[in-house]
């Protein structure tokens, strides 16, 4: 899987440690959503 933002690979272990997230079904590391939203993701 890849990053939406940088198309960078994201692996399992950053998903489970909050360093990457899945949006409706697209992922990002959590830095790219803040980049690109303005705002900072947090897991609910």
Known sequence: MQ???CNEYI???QIEF???YK???E????ECF???F???LEEV
Do not use: K
């Open 3 to 5: 990053c939406t933002l």
């Open 11 to 13: 692996e399992e272990s």
């Open 18 to 20: 909050g360093e990457a």
């Open 23 to 25: 949006v409706q079904g």
């Open 27 to 30: 992922f990002w590391h959590a």
């Open 34 to 36: 803040a980049e690109y």
């Open 38 to 40: 303005d705002e900072a």
